[in-house]
């Protein structure tokens, strides 16, 4: 739990976990690493992770469920010591973001689900256009058919989700300082 001065008083309040949902090339990176540097909050990429973990990635489904297995460990770790986390993952699949919530009530956290908006053409050609290398792409730009594939595999909030949407096209730090304080 985070310490929050309160006047005079001290009160803990939750951890939270902020959620990354929306299309590759939407701009979820972009947004997780300023919403890290703002608040400090510990930042699990599943992009970097694999990358760590694995000398040459297959996307298998095996090296997958590992993948997520070890940062759900890590997260629920982190959650419980009473820091703030940030996975930065593909959470847009709602049985992945149910997981998610599922760790928010075991560690007592609170879940801050982010639907980074971009139109889908956009996030296509940030996704997959070749060009220079770019850092948050560890293993660079993805084939057309797996962007397709991804998009249409999106499953949009349910009703009992509530998520701050966040403009893709429009993510600088002073944009997403002022969503953050909004939602506080």
């Given amino acids: 739990m985070a310490v929050v001065s309160v006047g005079?008083?001290?009160m803990a309040r939750p951890a939270i976990l902020y959620m990354m949902f929306g299309y590759p090339g939407a701009g979820k990176t972009t947004t997780a690493?300023?919403?890290?540097?703002?608040?400090?909050?510990v930042r699990l990429s599943s992009d970097q992770y694999r990358a760590e973990k694995y000398t040459t990635p297959t996307f298998t489904p095996k090296e997958h469920d590992e993948v997520y297995r070890d940062l759900d460990t890590m997260?629920?770790?982190l959650l419980s010591q009473g820091k703030d986390v940030i996975y930065d993952a593909n959470l847009n699949r709602r049985i992945h973001r149910q997981e998610k919530y599922e760790i928010c009530q075991q560690t007592n956290a609170k879940p801050?689900?982010?639907w980074v908006q971009t139109p889908k053409e956009i996030a296509k050609t940030r996704a997959?256009?070749?060009g220079e290398i770019d850092p948050h792409r560890p293993f660079g730009n993805l084939d057309v058919a797996v962007f397709d594939r991804l998009a249409q595999e999106i499953e949009t909030p349910t009703e009992d989700e509530s998520y701050i949407v966040v403009d893709g096209t429009k993510i600088t730090t002073e944009y997403i300082r002022t969503l953050l304080q909004l939602q506080s």
Wanted: charged share 25%.
């Fill in 8 to 10: 005079l008083k001290y």
């Fill in 33 to 41: 690493r300023i919403i890290s540097q703002l608040t400090g909050a």
């Fill in 75 to 77: 997260c629920r770790q």
């Fill in 112 to 114: 801050k689900l982010l």
């Fill in 128 to 130: 997959t256009e070749n």
